[in-house]
């Protein structure tokens, strides 16, 4: 029997990935609870600095909670809202997440995707939030993380209508950074996270939660959260180490403008 979720850690990258093609990887219960357990497990280990979200196959990234088994075991109180263990282990893994969208992201698909901090598609890529057609009010943060992506009017359009959003569509709305053929979607993915994984770990967790924290309140509180982060990082700067970092910083800068 095929592991439901694969987990593949790699220098400093983890990789899970849904592992129901069949099914458009639609999230069981227990892949519901596999998922949240392994997010939490990669949040407390060391050597994974960004992990990677993706589907199996080039079908579907995930067509959301699984709808025939909602028919015999719908969702519980538990598992919605801020306090439920999908948004609360991405909440607490306080890592950088890359959302590889290699097919469909429907409805709760669509909701763990935009969870993810930055998001990569693939040509096959379709996006939707049927929430309204299927009856079900978003639990994992579609109508405040959707309007905040994309803006309030593209979100309304997207969640009133259920309505499918194309790759190409989605980049223009700002909702995915880069769409790329699928059999190049995972390796720049990989290529994209181990640049990110390069940088210093305490700072690039402190820029996430300055940008993330920022996003939830006014500019104001967002300048506080930021003012208050800078001053213990440069506390605990290893000024020893400054000039070969600067040297570093410097020679990557014109490796890329050549």
């Known amino acids: ?12 990258v983890a990789t899970l990935t849904l592992n129901r093609p069949r099914q458009m990887n639609a999230l069981s219960a227990e892949l519901r609870g ?7 497990a990669l949040g407390t280990d060391d050597s994974v600095a960004v992990v990677i979200i993706t589907g199996a ?11 025939k ?7 519980t109180d538990e598992e919605l809202g801020p306090d439920g263990p999908v948004s609360r282990a991405f909440r607490a893994l306080g890592k950088p997440t890359i959302a590889a969208v290699n097919g469909f992201a429907i409805t709760g698909g669509m909701e ?28 994992w943060g579609m109508s405040q993380i959707l309007p905040r992506l994309i803006g309030p009017v593209r979100a309304r359009y997207m969640s009133y209508t259920g ?25 720049w993915c990989q290529k994209l996270a181990a640049e990110i994984a390069s940088c210093d770990r305490a700072t690039l967790a402190d820029v996430r939660l300055a940008i993330n924290g920022g996003l939830e309140t006014t500019l ?22 400054f000039a070969a970092t600067r040297e570093a910083v410097m020679s990557r800068g014109k490796e890329q403008s050549s």
Not at 34 to 40: C, I, K, M, V
């Open 1 to 12: 029997m095929d592991d439901i979720l694969l987990t593949e850690i790699r220098d400093g």
């Open 34 to 40: 596999r998922f949240g357990a392994a997010l939490e």
């Open 57 to 67: 196959g080039e079908k579907a990234f995930t067509a959301g909670v699984d709808l």
């Open 69 to 75: 088994e909602l028919e015999i075991a719908p969702l």
């Open 112 to 139: 763990l995707a935009i969870n993810c901090d930055i998001l990569v598609a693939s040509t096959h890529a379709r996006f939707a939030d049927t929430h309204a057609r299927v009856g079900i009010v978003p639990g």
């Open 163 to 187: 309505n499918f959003v194309d790759a190409a569509t989605a980049k223009a709305w700002g909702l995915v950074l880069e769409v790329l053929p699928p059999g190049e979607l995972l390796p």
């Open 220 to 241: 104001e509180a967002g300048m506080a959260l930021e003012g208050r982060l800078s001053k213990a990082a440069t506390l605990r700067m290893d000024r020893s180490k």
